[in-house]
């Protein structure tokens, strides 16, 4: 796909990208990730690290980013762009179907990562697709007709679809995201979310409430003696466990890190077998470094920043909705991957 856009452009002697405020961030974070794959294959972070395998996982990640760039160089009129939400929409809609019915094919009681294979990474996603979808079926007029009702249900999919994999980081970027929408919509009605989450345990679904009820143990003997951690579920408790022990090691090599998925090696030892780092930050901490962290935070901030220049230019609905979905999906990414460790697909 990329030297099908690529190639005749260069043959007709056109410019093959165009700068936007994005395009800087992405890059180096690609850059950075090639940067770390090489650093673990030179100096793996522990035994058994597989370097070719590793390059699979890089080069999926770096087409994903790529696309960003095809997008923002061939859609520019507004046919166009309609023609791409709408396309997401109906992406989105495909990843919710299969993801419920993975869930009513396991039963509520389980746990399911629909097409991208990865619990949070799946909860993230729609946290993402959830925001993205509601702030322009509420802000836009652009779809009208058959393509309305594409918006509509691919809004209500998703919106299922962000409860089934049962990933409270999902849970937090979705309401995060939704928040920002509600503000940016309507001040006023920040006060009617706020009371409708409040309210949640009577209206959420019963799986969606046993999950959130998991984060802590109801144990008396722990609230009276126990810390933090033993008041913690075992999953969420041995996440701080996972954060020392990353951020300890960042100490001996704080610029660079130790490479691409790095941390499952940088925990094995102590923790008795390998562990991901079920956060973005302290996942890009391990593997890349405080260089990572900075590269990271500049493509949050770009995303925010290009969010917020939309809405101030913005004069049709779609241009304000696209712009309050893209900051509502951000916010929803940035909450959600605190997490998680890898960006969704």
């Known amino acids: 796909m990329m030297l099908s856009w690529i190639v005749p452009r260069i043959m ?3 410019r093959v990208l165009s700068r936007t405020r994005l395009s800087a961030p992405v890059a180096a974070y690609i850059v950075l990730l090639l940067f770390s794959l090489a650093r673990g294959w030179l100096f793996p ?28 160089n061939v859609v520019a009129d507004r046919k166009q762009i309609s023609s791409l939400l ?21 039963g509520f009681d389980s746990r399911i990562g629909g097409a991208l294979g990865d619990i949070n990474d799946l909860g993230a996603y729609f946290a993402m697709t959830a925001s993205a979808l509601f702030g322009l079926f509420l802000t836009s007029r ?12 691919s809004t209500l999919l998703a919106s299922f679809g962000v409860m089934v994999p049962k990933s409270r980081g999902g849970y937090m970027g979705v ?26 345990p009577f209206w959420a679904p019963t799986f969606v409430k046993d999950r959130v009820a998991e984060t802590r143990v109801d144990s008396l003997e ?24 990353v951020a300890r090691k960042s100490l001996k090599s704080p610029i660079i890190g130790y ?26 901490l391990g593997q890349t470094g405080l260089v990572g962290i900075v590269v990271l935070f500049w493509l949050l901030f770009a995303c925010v920043r290009s ?12 241009s304000r909705g696209l712009a309050i979905g893209f900051l509502g999906a951000t916010v929803a990414l940035i909450v959600a991957k605190s997490m998680r460790a890898t960006f969704p697909a």
């Open 12 to 14: 007709h002697g056109e």
């Open 45 to 72: 972070p522990g035994p058994g690290y597989d370097g070719f395998q590793m390059l699979k996982s890089v080069w999926q990640v770096v087409l994903g980013f790529a696309v960003y760039f095809v997008v923002a």
């Open 86 to 106: 709408v396309t997401f929409a109906v992406g989105s809609t495909l990843g919710a179907v299969i993801a419920v019915r993975q869930f009513l094919g396991a």
């Open 142 to 153: 652009a779809f009208t007709g058959f393509r309305k009702w594409i918006m509509g249900v």
């Open 175 to 200: 309401v995060a995201g939704l928040g920002v929408l509600t503000y940016l919509i309507n001040k006023r009605a920040v006060i009617i979310f706020a009371v409708v989450v409040a309210l949640s």
């Open 222 to 245: 722990a609230e009276l003696v126990g810390d933090a951690t033993d008041r913690l579920d075992p999953s969420a408790a041995v996440r701080l466990d996972i954060w020392r022990i």
């Open 259 to 284: 490479g691409y998925a790095a941390v499952p090696y940088l925990t094995a030892d102590e923790l008795g077998r390998p562990f991901s780092a079920h956060s973005l930050y302290f996942e890009t």
């Open 307 to 318: 969010g917020r220049e939309l809405l101030r230019v913005a004069t049709t609905r779609t």
